[in-house]
């Protein structure tokens, strides 16, 4: 552990002190190896946040941009596009990034083939799938099988197969009708009640509870969606809560914090609103509360044996 991360440790190791003291009991890290992982697992999500934010500072190369180059990052490249002021290509991209996911061993590999259209100048852009949305479909299910790669972790149960009941097809289609008609994402914001434009943390709220449209995209996918989309500057948007309703891991790890059993009969709302207490008094930057949903999510699979998590 460098300086920096030691800093960060030991601040939370205080300010959790204090939150178990002054606003609510904290059972679940009443222990030390369970304290310290919880701890390091904050560390590893506060880390992968600023590594987003640094890349948005640094020079990235064409090669990012280039789906038939073996150095294709579909994040890298919308940070590029939105410098380019695609902001349209952009979070296509990030879509794309997030239904495929980023495999442990191949990476970004499915995003890469799908985008590429496999072979040179077929790229599959936003503006060219909204005006051949056919094409597209009859492509994909021809060339579906030479797709390579799997699915990241959290998308490990979607399927490539074009007959699936959530194909890909589909989940493109819907996901285009909820961007709008005129397939604009700026237009989409615009349209916005005025009361979520005014507010970070409500155009989240809207968001999220609008992407129930988009086929295949339940809770974690949504979260992720736009989390992305706020650290790369796409949307002045911020996640208000770590919306525990439909969650899993999270859930587990938000009880097994404030009661001591994973399996604690706590509805959602109560725990989301000690959490947001929670992340008030924590050092964890502006995008808290991801860093909260990755973290208990992370710490209640092993919460007494520090693992670093990567896929």
């Not at 579906?144 to 194909?167: L, V």
């Not at 924590?282 to 670093?308: A, H």
Request: proline letters at 3%; hydrophobic letters at 35%; glycine letters at 6%.
């Amino acid at each position: 552990m460098n300086s920096k991360c030691k800093t960060l440790y030991d601040n939370l190791a205080n300010e959790l002190a204090k939150i178990n003291d002054d606003i609510t009991p904290l059972p679940g890290i009443n222990r030390t190896d369970y304290r310290n992982t919880f701890i390091r697992q904050i560390i590893d999500s506060v880390r992968r946040i600023e590594f987003i934010y640094r890349i948005k500072e640094r020079d990235i190369s064409a090669d990012r941009c280039d789906p038939t180059n073996e150095h294709f990052d579909p994040i890298r490249a919308a940070i590029l596009k939105k410098r380019e002021n695609n902001i349209d290509e952009a979070i296509w991209l990030i879509f794309l990034s997030i239904h495929f996911g980023k495999h442990l061993s191949h990476g970004w590999l499915m995003t890469r083939d799908l985008y590429s259209g496999l072979e040179e100048n077929n790229t599959w852009s936003w503006d060219r799938v909204c005006k051949n949305k056919s094409d597209f479909d009859d492509w994909f299910k021809a060339h579906y099988a030479s797709i390579r790669g799997a699915f990241g972790n959290h998308r490990k149960y979607e399927s490539i197969r074009p007959d699936a009941q959530r194909n890909l097809n589909k989940i493109v289609s819907s996901y285009i009708n909820w961007v709008g008609e005129n397939h604009s994402h700026i237009d989409l914001i615009n349209n916005a009640p005025e009361q979520c434009q005014a507010d970070p943390k409500f155009m989240f709220q809207y968001l999220y509870n609008s992407l129930s449209d988009v086929m295949s995209f339940g809770r974690t996918a949504r979260f992720d969606f736009l989390t992305m989309l706020g650290k790369t500057d796409m949307f002045n948007i911020i996640p208000g809560s770590v919306f525990l309703k439909g969650a899993t891991g999270p859930l587990k790890g938000a009880k097994l914090l404030l009661t001591g059993n994973r399996d604690a009969d706590i509805d959602t709302a109560t725990l989301e609103n000690i959490l947001d207490a929670i992340n008030n008094k924590l050092s964890i930057g502006i995008m808290g509360m991801q860093v909260l949903e990755d973290s208990l999510c992370n710490w209640q699979k092993k919460p007494n044996i520090y693992m670093l998590f990567r896929g």
